[in-house]
């Protein structure tokens, strides 16, 4: 598999609700030189995370011990610029498995699932119910059920249906890229050219 299967995901959330994310913003263009996928999460907003000294910056949220989950709530228009998948490689290589957001740039949306991160785009009216949420308790879980295509806040019973790809659906409940969903086909493949 190309990465891990995602069926169901119940866990806390940290909340980063500042619009117009930018890929420069979540991995900077100075740490786009690896070609594979390992230690991105390292430099995951770095700018935000860390001053000209490399210490950590205490108001940025995943400085902040009170916030912790596999899901990443963003403001709207989360992923925009330009089309490097690195920013996907740094969201899942620091273990966030799911993204939040109002809307998603199109580009980061792919690169995002063809990584194994589900981006689930809601009304801005329920991210704010989950911004709310987060806020009264930083422990708040959030459970995204992929098969149902559905996204709930567990203390409240408040959720809401998004859409998604039918076959990025199929790829991302079986840790499928591209690839490996050719290579799941073979027999077929090679049956089918057989009779050509």
């Known amino acids: 598999m190309a990465y891990d299967s995602f069926s169901i995901l119940k866990s806390s959330a940290v909340p980063l609700p500042i619009e117009n994310v930018d890929t420069d913003q979540i991995i900077p263009a100075r740490f786009l030189k690896a070609t594979e996928r390992k230690g991105f999460g390292d ?34 228009n989360f992923g925009s610029g ?13 273990g966030f498995r799911c993204v939040v957001s109002s809307f998603f740039a199109d580009i980061f949306r792919g690169n995002a699932i063809n990584v194994g991160i589900l981006p689930v785009q809601v009304s801005p009216e329920f991210l704010h119910q989950i911004f709310e949420a987060i806020e009264k308790d930083p422990k708040t879980e959030l459970e995204v059920n992929l098969p149902e295509q559905r996204i ?39 049956s089918f050219a057989s009779n050509r």
Do not use: C
């Open 82 to 94: 330009s089309s490097r998948e690195h920013a996907a490689w740094a969201i899942y290589d620091y």
């Open 43 to 76: 430099n995951l907003f770095r700018d935000w995370r860390y001053d000209k000294n490399d210490q950590p910056k205490a108001d940025f949220v995943l400085n902040n011990p009170t916030y912790q989950g596999k899901i990443l709530v963003g403001g709207k």
């Open 152 to 190: 709930s806040i567990v203390a409240t019973g408040a959720y809401e249906s998004f859409d998604i790809n039918g076959y990025k659906k199929h790829n991302l409940l079986n840790g499928f890229d591209d690839i490996d969903y050719l290579q799941a086909m073979k027999d077929e493949i090679v």
